[in-house]
């Protein structure tokens, strides 16, 4: 029996963006191999300690999932799955993130805890810019 070979395809910050992934290539019949997801799991301030978590599978498979992890768009989108344009300089780039609006949201956690971030807005940032909008 021949011995497999695995080649890492791509590191996550956080174990739930790798489990997405996992899933999108699963349903494509390509087997997905996860490593330090219960480290970051258990604490994710090791992240970066450990390189993140890395998602694995078969060194025969590489360009297959390399390819559909490429048609799957890694920043926001509008409501006609189309990518969001910063209105600053026109890059695709533009992320999802929770908005701290300082000193309100500053009070907001320190009264109410974690529970506050419920309720807090969200806007997008230009990975390319860094420019800010709603």
């Known amino acids: 029996m021949e011995e497999e070979k695995f080649t890492l395809l791509r590191r996550f910050q956080y174990s739930s963006e790798a489990i997405i992934y996992q899933g999108k290539l699963e349903s494509q019949g390509i087997d997905v191999f996860l490593r330090d997801n219960n480290i970051v799991d258990s604490n994710p301030l090791y992240s970066n300690a450990v390189g993140g978590v890395k998602m694995f599978v078969k060194t025969e498979d590489f360009d297959k999932a390399n390819e559909i992890l490429g048609d799957v768009s890694l920043y ?8 969001l344009k910063c209105p600053e300089c026109g890059a695709e780039q533009v992320d999802m993130e929770q908005s701290i609006d300082g000193v309100r949201s500053f009070f907001r956690v320190l009264f109410l805890g974690a529970f506050a971030l419920l309720f807090s807005k969200y806007k997008h940032k230009c990975q390319n810019c860094k420019f800010e909008f709603e």
């Open 76 to 83: 926001s989108v509008d409501d006609e799955n189309q990518p």
